[in-house]
């Protein structure tokens, strides 16, 4: 028996998703120590002392179920940014939002229109629920918000936008989004994934709770994985009209976040001293990343995001494990359609210094 002959149709062509390579993995293919990880657009902080307290207090209750409606954080969110705590849906991460979407609101019927170099978990939730994936081609290696327009029938379900966006770090402005949603029929659901809006300046971000007042059909999803560095508690939230975060509750897993996620999601959401010390060094050491790609000749992609990708205008897989054997572990992208493209998470200045020296040594074996 051949059980890949009754799986669902989608999932038959999909491959599973490839993660950034372990720290621990690599120690046990190599033998070797002193590794970084710059693969995973992972906090290089660690875990915030007030998450440190708050998964503390929780250690005792962890008999008990969570609460599956996450009532602390919900209120927590909703007064930070002035909404409705019925607006919100609570996720195992962003990862588990993005899939909710596509499963309450689309099906083998429907369509869902994303870009070409966007998050790659977006054509994997389109074809595991046998929609009809509709990849619009990039611009500048971002989002062509005039394709998508162009792409909208009355089979479109859902769009979703990663802003800033990843693997590239291509960001739309405030008034590129607004302009582009004014344009979107209310049948089709957008997604505004910000992921990486910590990272962009103040003055610069999307606006997207004012959206969210002028358009019912719009959806903001973001994380606590990156900026507020717990990734590996897996907790995210998505904000949108009441009726639609109504129905995403309906098909929502319930107790999909964990009791130490939600309490130390309540407690890093209003850490503004530590989130601003995360994006000081980004902004800081992005420009280092920059500055060394200008002096090697390297292209580059100008990201807004907590990572940089660079163009080596060759085959990237030789010198992805090249660096390996240097002890540092980045992201090839091959699997985006970008096979000469590494991605590099932003670390702290040590860890920077360390892939700078290690690229230069691998780069010039190769000449």
């Not at 008990?64 to 409705?84: M, S, V």
């Not at 693997?167 to 910000?194: C, K, R, S, Y």
């Amino acid at each position: 028996m051949e059980f890949i002959n009754i799986a669902n149709q989608g999932v038959k062509t999909l491959s599973p998703y490839q993660a950034g390579k372990p720290i621990e993995e690599l120690e046990r293919e190599l033998g070797i120590s002193n590794i970084i990880k710059l693969a995973s657009n992972e906090n290089p902080f660690g875990l915030p002392e007030s998450a440190k307290v708050a998964i503390s207090r929780q250690l005792d209750e962890l008999t008990r179920y969570p609460d599956a409606n996450g009532f602390e954080l919900k209120a927590a969110i909703a007064k930070k940014f002035a909404i409705d705590p019925n607006q919100i849906t609570l996720g195992n991460g962003s990862n588990d939002l993005l899939e909710l979407f596509a499963h309450t609101f689309a099906s083998d019927e429907d369509e869902i229109i994303y870009s070409q170099y966007a998050f790659i978990v977006y054509p994997l939730v389109t074809k595991a629920i046998n929609a009809v994936a509709r990849e619009i081609p990039a611009k500048n290696w971002g989002h062509d918000l005039a394709g998508f327009l162009a792409a909208i029938n009355s089979k479109t379900k859902l769009i979703y936008i990663a802003n800033p966006n990843n693997p590239t770090g291509n960001f739309l402005t405030h008034q590129q989004i607004a302009d582009f949603l004014v344009e979107v029929p209310e049948h089709v659901l957008v997604v505004l994934d910000e992921a990486y809006t910590e990272f962009t300046p103040q003055d610069q971000r999307v606006d997207a709770y004012a959206l969210l007042k002028k358009h019912r059909n719009l959806i903001l999803c973001r994380t606590f994985s990156k900026a507020y560095g717990l990734a590996g508690l897996r907790i995210g939230y998505a904000v949108s009209d009441p009726s639609i975060a109504d129905l995403l509750n309906r098909v929502r897993q319930p107790f999909n976040c964990n009791s130490l996620a939600l309490a130390a999601a309540v407690a890093v959401l209003n850490d503004d001293t530590f989130v601003e010390k995360v994006a000081k060094n980004n902004r800081t050491e992005m420009q280092r990343y920059e500055q060394f790609c200008l002096a090697q000749r390297l292209e580059f992609i100008p990201s807004q995001g907590n990572f940089i990708t660079i163009d080596f205008k060759q085959p990237a897989l030789p010198i992805y494990q090249a660096l390996l054997h240097e002890g540092v572990i980045v992201r090839p992208i091959a699997g985006y359609g970008m096979p000469n493209h590494l991605r590099i998470s932003i670390g702290l200045p040590e860890e920077n210094d360390m892939f700078f020296t290690a690229l230069v040594k691998v780069l010039s074996k190769n000449k």
